[in-house]
């Protein structure tokens, strides 16, 4: 369906899906450890605007989340916590 869409791109859904779906999780689970994890005094969530909240030196890895939202938080976790 791709190649009728897109005939010259040379683009493969594939593989292309698969690194959107690694990198989705990979985020994910970033944010899901800062949220649950042992030391998350230091971080919270904004629901409405889906952005981690934290203090600027805490954590390194939640700087991107800070100024980005993550719109699939909520359905990434239906899909990617164990019941």
Known sequence: MLDKVLPHAM???KPNLESRIKTLKRDWA??????SGK???SFGWDKHEQ?????DAVHKEADQFKYRSFLYYDQLTAIYTKD
Request: charged letters at 25%; hydrophobic letters at 55%; aromatic letters at 6%.
């Open 11 to 13: 683009l493969k859904a």
């Open 30 to 35: 970033i944010v899901y450890d800062m949220r």
């Open 39 to 41: 030391n998350n005094g």
């Open 51 to 55: 952005l981690v909240v934290a203090e």
